[in-house]
């Protein structure tokens, strides 16, 4: 019997079988005809099984270590795991104990985004409050513009993924592809718009002013009634080509002027309740990580998205405003969130 190198997949269940119905290894060895040492070295190899891991001993973390990485991460608002523990002079704890401490105790978060209020800006907001507190906001109507690229905020490609299946592969573009303006207006419970900006037009003064003879008042305003254009209030924020002398004036001629243009105080998104509506259609277009391969692609996502966004959706938004407006006197001209 000649010595072979290995033994085949079918060899090893035979002696497997063999073993078990009590035979030795060498008459196995004979059945088999393979070289007895052979038979004898997978025997033996089968009974040592794998080696088991050597736990290496971890850091201990006392009570009093606990409430200091308590108060440090306090004090330490969006600090990495390593930078809590190293102000607290905790050394050798790896970083998944170190995260199943900070669990229990603390919440990963990503910094909340907000204007910055200064004392006049604050001042400003609560006299705006005070002189629309008795506003009918039903006959206001709220614009405002968005931009929208092809691939969507980075964190929200981010979702859970079944045990053995891949990530879906995202496209990775040089210069993020570009993206459209978008101009769009709630009152109510109607959605004025979206209207798209033609690509690659810079909204100075004149092409705002343009852009909403274009669409706003060809396919919208024209079409009310005279009653209505009467009681309508047009709010838009103070964006240099809103708030400018040439659009004041021109939106004058159009008969929007004075009661019937809303003022706005100064840094101050959370108080319109259009930005709402745009976290909607953002949450469409994008969800489950989305992308665009085209502008027009992402547009039509968007007009599609809109016309998902029911009157009852736009309504709860336009009659949020008398809440906002107490929210911003009780914190006495501060950010109220949206």
């Not at 497997?16 to 070295?41: F, M």
């Not at 990503?110 to 209020?117: F, G, I, S, T, V």
Request: glycine share 8%; proline share 4%; charged share 30%.
């Amino acid at each position: 019997m000649g010595q072979k190198k290995d033994l085949t997949g079918s060899e090893k269940s035979k002696i497997v079988r063999y073993l078990a119905e009590g035979c030795s290894s060498l008459k196995i060895a004979k059945l088999l005809k393979r070289d007895h040492r052979t038979i004898k070295r997978f025997i033996q190899n089968s009974q040592q099984g794998r080696k088991k891991r050597v736990e290496k001993p971890r850091r201990k973390i006392t009570a009093h270590e606990l409430r200091k990485v308590k108060r440090a991460a306090a004090k330490m608002p969006l600090a990495t795991s390593l930078a809590i523990f190293q102000s607290c002079n905790i050394t050798g704890v790896p970083k998944s104990t170190r995260c199943a401490i900070l669990r229990d105790m603390a919440k990963v978060r990503k910094a909340e985004r907000r204007p910055p209020l200064n004392k006049t800006h604050k001042l400003k907001r609560q006299d705006w409050a005070k002189k629309y507190l008795k506003t009918d906001f039903s006959k206001v109507l709220w614009t405002d513009e968005m931009r929208v690229s092809l691939d969507g905020p980075d964190g929200w490609a981010r979702g859970w993924i079944g045990k053995g299946q891949r990530a879906p592969v995202r496209l990775r573009r040089q210069q993020g592809g570009g993206g459209v303006l978008v101009w769009a207006g709630i009152i109510k419970d109607e959605l004025v718009g979206p209207f798209r900006v033609e690509d690659g037009v810079k909204l100075n003064s004149q092409s705002y002013c343009q852009f909403l003879e274009d669409t706003f008042f060809k396919q919208w305003y024209r079409k009310k009634s005279a009653s209505f254009k009467k009681n309508m209030i047009f709010m838009q924020d103070n964006a240099p080509s809103h708030a400018s002398k040439y659009s004041t004036a021109w939106l004058a001629r159009k008969g929007i002027k004075e009661e019937k243009l809303m003022t706005w105080p100064p840094c101050s998104p959370d108080l319109n309740p259009i930005e709402n509506l745009w976290s909607i259609i953002k949450c469409e277009i994008y969800k489950e990580g989305k992308q665009s391969t085209s502008l027009n692609s992402v547009w039509e996502a968007v007009v599609a998205a809109a016309r998902n966004v029911d009157g009852e959706q736009i309504k709860t938004l336009t009659e949020s405003m008398d809440g906002r407006l107490l929210s911003v006197l009780a914190k006495k001209g501060g950010y109220i969130g949206r």
